[in-house]
């Protein structure tokens, strides 16, 4: 199993960016699909996650509003929309994916079985 995440990088505050996860190895459409990041000297936290149905969603209350996860199971894709970005929202960020056939999202990282290697979000002030 693979989860290779993508599309960080250096964007002003007020700014936007999409993030991407590409899996393999694993049947997408019977995983959650979550996004945690990780912030210098901070915990991973909770991000937003996706259930099986496009419409189970949950977002950290940091992130409400502002951030949009999507998922698209031709490309076996989930995504990570940002906007109105701050700078406290610099951080490492992952994509996880807990499963199979799990119908409950989880905001904490041990029910998480894969997990991909970060892509960093630089914003700046």
């Known amino acids: 199993v693979q989860l290779q995440a993508s599309g960080g990088g250096l964007v002003q505050a007020g700014g936007s960016l999409r993030l991407s996860c590409a899996t393999s190895?694993?049947?997408?459409?019977?995983?959650?699909m979550a996004w945690f990041r990780q912030a210098p000297g901070k915990e991973r936290e909770f991000v937003a996650a996706?259930?099986?149905?496009?419409?189970?969603?949950k977002y950290a209350d940091a992130v409400k509003g502002r951030f949009t996860i999507s998922r698209e199971s031709a490309k076996n894709t989930v995504y990570l929309q940002m906007s109105s970005l701050k700078p406290e929202d610099t951080a490492d960020y992952y994509c996880?994916?807990?499963?199979?056939?799990?119908?409950?999202?989880?905001?904490?990282?041990?029910?998480?079985?894969?997990w991909g290697q970060g892509t960093l979000v630089t914003v700046s002030s």
């Open positions: 996706i259930g099986l149905s496009a419409s189970n969603i």
């Open positions: 190895g694993l049947t997408f459409s019977r995983y959650i």
């Open positions: 996880a994916a807990d499963g199979p056939l799990r119908f409950v999202i989880s905001t904490t990282e041990s029910p998480y079985d894969y």
